[in-house]
């Protein structure tokens, strides 16, 4: 039985009552700042809603919000405290708190966000997603299948690997692994540069769409169960200038959480501004929303056991050396201030 729940309406009315109460607490202090960094993704929708909705300015923040490509990255940006908290994936946090760095997930954002899209000729071939049809596509095309994803100890990274060796159980000889940024990611797919590629929402609808004979191979759930994607992360810094600005910002957090999925046509707006730049239709981000490829989970503890088995894999990898004590780097006490 999966330990993944949703919210009960007790825990949705609490977590809105919360957040209206700390916003309204501070109308007449000054706004604190907090700089986030987040990947443009899905799974940093809360982001979005709680800029786009205007919630972070009546609770008396100042989002600074700064996109990067990929987690790795980011955690340069974390480490040397120009960022005050990160909304990514778990598997870059995971590796910088087993180095010590100072940081604390505080909340899920999104769980099972991976999947595994296929294109030209491996997309036709038959059982693409098994050892025998990563052989057969290596024996026509006399190369190995040229998957992008995202750096070493990225959680796409990771997933893809997880699902390669434990699923597919693919000879390492039949495929290449090519790291990249996300966007390169979705440009090379959509190119045929790549034969497959680890991509999440809104790219997978927006290739779907783009490029009708890609292939879905795996989603999230078939990669690794119950995988751990996007989390809200604070440094330790940022804790101790203002705890009440991060207590605020998870509450927002949550209410956002229950937003998208409740309102994800309103939610779409905020997604479209910020992913589409204007630009991509508001519907692409609405399908995004409702897809089998999403789904939000804010309650940190939720995901801490799958990631102990995502950690135990990285360390098998060799991308983390030592493990991170996971009891000191999930603290779940601002999440259940706000959802109780």
């Known amino acids: 039985?999966?330990?993944?729940?949703?919210?009960?309406?007790?825990?949705?009315?609490?977590a809105f009552g919360l957040a209206?109460?700390?916003?309204?607490?501070?109308?007449?202090?000054?706004?604190?700042?907090?700089?986030?960094?987040?990947?443009?993704?899905?799974?940093?929708?809360?982001?979005?809603v709680i800029d786009g909705e205007g919630w972070a300015k009546e609770a008396g923040i100042?989002?600074?919000?700064?996109?990067?490509?990929?987690?790795?990255?980011?955690?340069?940006a974390l480490a040397s405290g120009t960022l005050d908290a990160y909304l990514g994936g778990i598997g870059p946090i995971m590796v910088?708190?087993?180095?010590?760095?100072?940081?604390?997930?505080?909340a899920s954002a999104a769980v099972e966000e991976m999947t595994v899209v296929?294109?030209?000729?491996?997309?036709?071939?038959?059982?693409?997603a098994t050892a025998a049809g990563f052989q057969a596509?290596?024996?026509?095309?006399?190369?190995?299948?040229?998957?992008?994803?995202?750096?070493?100890?990225?959680?796409?990274?990771t997933v893809l690997r997880y699902w390669l060796a434990n699923t597919v159980k693919a000879d390492p000889a039949t495929y290449e692994i090519i790291a990249m940024g996300i966007e390169q990611t979705q440009q090379a797919l959509l190119a045929g540069a790549v034969d497959a590629a680890t991509i999440r929402e809104p790219a997978v609808t927006l290739v779907q769409e783009r490029e009708p004979t890609t292939k879905l191979l795996a989603l999230g759930g078939q990669m690794m169960k119950d995988q751990p994607g996007s989390v809200l992360a604070v440094t330790g810094a940022a804790v101790a200038k203002d705890r009440a600005a991060i207590e605020n910002l998870v509450a927002l957090h949550v209410r956002a959480t229950i937003f998208l999925k409740?309102?994800?046509?309103?939610?779409?707006?905020?997604?479209?501004?910020?992913?589409?730049?204007?630009?991509?239709?508001?519907?692409?981000?609405?399908?995004?929303?409702?897809?089998?490829?999403?789904?939000?989970?804010?309650?940190?503890?939720?995901i801490k056991a799958a990631t102990k088995d995502m950690q135990d894999f990285q360390i098998k990898l060799g991308v983390?050396?030592?493990?991170?004590?996971?009891d000191r780097l999930f603290d779940d006490s601002y999440f259940r201030k706000a959802a109780p």
């Open 1 to 14: 039985m999966s330990f993944l729940h949703a919210f009960s309406r007790r825990a949705a009315v609490a």
């Open 20 to 48: 209206a109460g700390l916003a309204a607490a501070s109308p007449a202090d000054a706004a604190t700042e907090l700089r986030i960094g987040f990947i443009p993704v899905v799974g940093s929708a809360q982001i979005f």
């Open 62 to 76: 100042d989002l600074k919000l700064t996109q990067f490509e990929s987690g790795p990255a980011m955690i340069s």
């Open 96 to 106: 910088a708190s087993a180095k010590g760095v100072d940081t604390k997930v505080v």
């Open 118 to 128: 296929a294109r030209g000729d491996f997309a036709k071939t038959a059982d693409a």
């Open 137 to 157: 596509f290596g024996e026509k095309a006399r190369r190995p299948v040229k998957i992008a994803t995202q750096p070493p100890g990225s959680v796409p990274d």
């Open 262 to 302: 409740e309102k994800p046509d309103q939610a779409a707006r905020h997604l479209q501004k910020i992913l589409g730049k204007g630009i991509t239709d508001v519907s692409v981000f609405q399908k995004a929303l409702t897809s089998p490829a999403t789904r939000f989970v804010a309650d940190p503890i939720a």
């Open 320 to 326: 983390l050396e030592k493990p991170a004590d996971l």
